[in-house]
Nanobody, 124 residues
């Protein structure tokens, strides 16, 4: 059973930046692809970005492409999501998830383990 813990959320002004972390506290992160998802109030969960187990493949949702960057360090059991040029529409609870088979991409239903989420609020 993999355990994931997100951190780094908070309040940021429009145009600002933030870094979210997803740390695996139990299990071997290097065996899993990691995805980041977000859900705003009243909206469906949206896949934001994912990275393959080796870090060699990444994919982004069109809504964040060019503004967000996903990266991982398997030795530190940590995956990061760098959020730049944040806008009010980016306000949501952000969660990371792990996919053992590496085929899930941005499809939330295919992920095996989830963190509890961290709130990101973009407001002036």
């Amino acid at each position: 059973q993999l355990q994931l813990v997100e951190s780094g959320g908070g309040l940021v002004q429009p145009g600002g930046s933030m870094r979210l972390s997803c740390t695996v506290s139990r299990g071997t992160m290097s065996n899993y692809a990691i995805g980041w998802f977000r859900q705003a109030p009243g909206k469906e969960r949206e896949g934001v970005a994912w990275i393959s187990s080796s870090g060699g493949t990444t994919e982004y949702a069109d809504s964040v492409n060019g503004r967000f960057t996903i990266a991982r360090d398997n030795a530190k059991s940590t995956t990061w999501l760098h959020l730049n040029n944040l806008q009010s529409g980016d306000t949501a609870v952000y969660s990371c998830a792990a996919d053992f088979w590496g085929h899930a991409g941005l499809k939330a239903d295919d992920y095996d383990f989830w963190g509890q989420g961290t709130q990101v609020t973009v407001s002036s």
